[in-house]
């Protein structure tokens, strides 16, 4: 049995803020996760670091709140944002009117808004469209979520804090109206898992309604699903929005040679992440407003998530539910002792939930220390002297990449691994310049499981490739490993090539077919993964074949 004071369930960026600052401030704390940090909500959105302009007009406080977080994860989460600034653009297709009540909103809630001169805008960012009618300048950033959470993860333990990932909260102990304990599965070794405590967070995102009804317990949670198009070119320096009412297909946010345009909402059940072509046929249409040419760009993948959000009594849900996040006190709502829910909010606003929840949790326990979440950084920044190591050994390119991603003290394993052994500094995946090094130390990691892991930490396959020419090099670099998940070669292929053609799947046209059909014979054909490489596959390659190369496979 584990016993703690405070156990947090749900590993996104609001249960990891949480524990993070509970545990900077002293409070005891374990996090429970069902799957990998990052397989949530909190790393399927679009990545943008909102500035709060997006809400000003409908949502004043929410916006206030952005703009300040915005500022603070610049500084304390440096090597995870990349500080570009966001533009608005008014397209002939939407309502002037709405410009001057925007500018206006986004005044009144601290926002900087700078009116940018058109024919300048399209000097600097050529591919918008030419129609543009007016344009501003606000702050923003792209920001990596996997990476922000792996970062307060380390954050976290460097503070006392624990996190179980892959195990499932089945229950909640609960006597004379106070809950004693978590009753929880872990994924793979099957093993129960009871956890004593005084106090339980649910910040289970939009599953939180899921975790309160394990104590009896109804939330006003409406899942709402948004879908993403993942395109393989930089369209645009800064992020861009359009000028308008918050509707679908509305952002375009650049990734370093990537661009992701987003997003839809729709009510959902919160484990369903499909995409159809009919969504992303609809985002296109309304994407060509502020791109005419962006049919021209290479679709990479599609993806979708879940926002958690809060309708409380209203049940407005959709665009029309507010994004700003509630606390809920059990013990004052429902005569519950011991249970706190957290719902609703936005990624950006995450370390924000964390303090105010902390704030009511962390007097429970004597600790009057106040946040200090917002000055300590989640990582030190790598030094100088153990970059210049990873120069001479590392492609003078990957140095700042592997370095951003992993970290000083996980940065510092990796150099030596490869100083050691220079074959570690082989190239596994050329798109994110990933080191065998790399892979290794993640994959030894005992909070690793499966390939998919591996990427969530490192960027495996997100790449130009999707995996094609890097999933082989992985497994086998995985697999010299010899820990028990590395044991079933199928299933590590299976595992990693049927998520990263989940996000194909939906965009197979065009170009896109003559990629998977070469994956396929690789993967199908070359490896006989399925073990059932017949003619069908076979005659789906050569088709492949005679298209490219006109027809000459068929002359043999």
């Not at 929410?62 to 653009?89: D, H, M, Q, T, Y």
């Not at 333990?157 to 004693?180: E, P």
Request: proline share 4%.
């Amino acid at each position: 049995m584990l016993s703690t004071q405070v156990v947090i369930i749900g590993g996104g960026a609001t249960g990891m803020g949480i524990l993070r600052d509970l545990s900077i401030r002293g409070v005891k704390a374990i996090l429970v996760e069902r799957g990998d940090l990052g397989s949530g909500t909190s790393s399927r959105f679009h990545g943008l670091l909102h500035s709060g302009a997006r809400y000003a007009v409908r949502d004043e406080s929410a916006a206030r709140e952005c703009i300040v977080e915005n500022r603070i994860l610049r500084e304390i989460g440096k090597s995870c944002v990349e500080p570009v600034n966001s533009v608005f653009i008014r397209t002939p297709e939407d309502d002037p009117a709405y410009e001057t009540t925007w500018v206006n909103a986004c005044r009144r809630a601290g926002i900087c808004v700078k009116k940018l001169d058109v024919a300048d805008l399209l000097r600097e960012e050529p591919n918008l469209s030419p129609d543009i009618q007016a344009a501003y300048l606000c702050p923003g950033a792209a920001i990596d979520g996997f990476r922000l959470l792996w970062q307060l993860a380390d954050s976290a333990r460097r503070y006392g804090g624990q996190i179980m990932t892959y195990t499932t909260v089945t229950g909640l102990d609960i006597h004379n109206g106070r809950v004693m304990g978590v009753k929880a599965t872990e994924r793979y070794s099957g093993e129960e898992i009871y956890i004593a405590c005084e106090y339980v967070i649910n910040a289970a995102g939009p599953w939180c309604a899921r975790v309160a009804a394990l104590a009896g317990l109804t939330l006003n949670v409406r899942p709402s699903k948004g879908s993403l198009i993942v395109f393989n070119h930089r369209l645009a320096a800064n992020v861009i929005h359009r000028l308008h009412k918050p509707s679908d297909a509305d952002i375009f946010v650049p990734h370093g040679t990537v661009t992701i345009l987003g997003t839809t909402s729709m009510d959902t059940d919160p484990d369903d992440t499909s995409t159809t072509q009919a969504e992303i046929s609809a985002m296109l249409r309304v994407g060509r407003a502020t791109f005419p040419k962006l049919d021209e760009a290479r679709i990479l993948r599609v993806f979708a998530g879940c926002r958690p959000l809060y309708v409380g009594e209203s049940g407005e849900g959709g665009r029309e539910a507010s994004r700003d996040f509630a606390a809920i006190d059990h013990e004052k709502e429902h005569g519950l002792a011991g249970f706190m829910s957290v719902c609703g909010g936005k990624f950006t606003t995450h370390r924000l939930m964390a303090e105010k929840v902390c704030d009511l949790v962390a007097p429970l326990f004597g600790c009057t220390q106040p946040c200090a979440t917002a000055t300590i950084p989640l990582v030190d920044p790598v030094s100088a002297e153990l970059t210049e190591r990873a120069r001479r050994v590392f492609p003078a390119y990957g140095v700042r990449l592997a370095a951003n991603r992993q970290g000083p003290s996980r940065m510092q394993q990796i150099v030596e691994r490869i100083e050691q052994d220079p074959e570690q500094g082989e190239i596994i995946c050329e798109c994110e310049n990933i080191t065998r090094a790399e892979i290794e130390e993640v994959g030894s990691e005992s909070t690793t499981h499966s390939v998919s892991d591996v990427r969530r930490r490192t960027r495996l396959g997100m790449g130009t490739c999707q995996g094609t020419f890097c999933t082989y090099r992985a497994v086998g670099t995985v697999q010299a490993l010899h820990r028990n998940w590395t044991l079933d070669t199928e299933a590590l292929f299976r595992e990693f090539l049927e998520a990263r053609f989940k996000g194909i799947r939906p965009v197979l046209w065009g170009n896109q077919f003559r990629d998977v059909e070469l994956t396929r014979g690789i993967y199908e054909v070359s490896l006989n993964i399925n073990h059932q490489a017949g003619p069908r596959v076979i005659k789906s390659v050569l088709s492949a074949v005679d298209k490219k190369e006109g027809g000459r496979s068929g002359k043999k």
